[in-house]
């Protein structure tokens, strides 16, 4: 079997607070392969958010080991991670996360800016194309505040993956729209998995959860379920152009 995009082994995650220590995640051994589509559930507290802030290196683990791409990560510096971070890790948040002054292209080429091994002109090609695949070349020149909420989190897609990284992180990426948005961007999911991408989703929504290949079931910060879904290979929806 081919080597693992990451790998976690005995992964656990204390917070502590005067005397008072919060087992956010217990002994978490967790293994997503290259294009695997995972969606993580669970109830609020279950450790599911905390999870996912470790996958994306936004925090470090109280033990354990966490291997990205074949490399331990788990107790690197914060400069490190970092870079790896704006590398190898997209991010979709709920909230879009989108930079109110910035246009739709500035806001997608932010990120790429960062790193040493790209031009302008690869920088601004390669959120062009982002943008294209997430149907909104035609907005590149507007604002947040002019965009519709399905609109923004296209972009905030158009920004993680502009990057082509080897991991994306989707944090309730349907949260804050309505059910028509949510399932062109579920759908929009769908066609970056069916193109080669690695998502991990969390979600609270069962029927987006079915959406992805495994469903991994957090409570107690600990993995409870680990099994495929009834779509193991979803179809694939159309993006309504707006």
């Known amino acids: 079997m081919t080597q693992p995009v990451l790998a976690l082994k005995n992964l656990s995650k204390v917070f502590f607070s005067d005397d008072l220590e919060t087992h956010a995640l217990n002994d978490v051994s967790l293994q997503v392969y290259q294009q695997e589509y995972i969606a993580i559930s669970g109830p609020s507290g279950s450790g599911k958010s905390t999870l996912l802030s470790l996958l994306g290196l936004l925090d470090t683990p109280t033990s354990g080991s966490y291997q990205l791409a074949g490399h331990e990560v788990s107790n690197i510096s914060k400069t490190e991670r970092a870079r790896i971070r704006n590398n190898q890790i997209g991010f979709i948040f709920q909230s879009f996360n989108l930079i ?6 500035e806001n ?4 790429l800016t960062y790193r ?7 920088v601004k090609q390669m959120a062009a194309d982002a943008l294209a695949k997430v149907n909104m070349s035609h907005r590149t020149n507007h604002y947040p505040s002019q965009l519709s909420g399905g609109q923004q989190q296209r972009v905030a897609i158009a920004r993680a993956i502009a990057g082509s990284p080897s991991l994306i992180l989707a944090d309730e990426p349907t949260g804050n729209l309505d059910s ?10 769908d066609t970056l998995h069916h193109e080669g991408a690695t998502i991990c989703m969390v979600t609270h929504d069962p029927r987006s959860a079915e959406r992805a290949q495994r469903k991994i079931e957090v409570l107690d910060g600990r993995i409870i379920a680990d099994h495929k879904t009834h779509t193991a290979q979803p179809e694939l929806a159309d993006v309504v152009h707006s």
């Open 100 to 105: 109110s002054d910035l246009d739709v292209m």
């Open 108 to 111: 997608v080429e932010l990120p």
């Open 116 to 122: 040493k091994d790209l031009s302008k002109s690869q």
């Open 180 to 189: 028509k948005n949510a399932h062109d961007v579920l759908a929009l999911l």
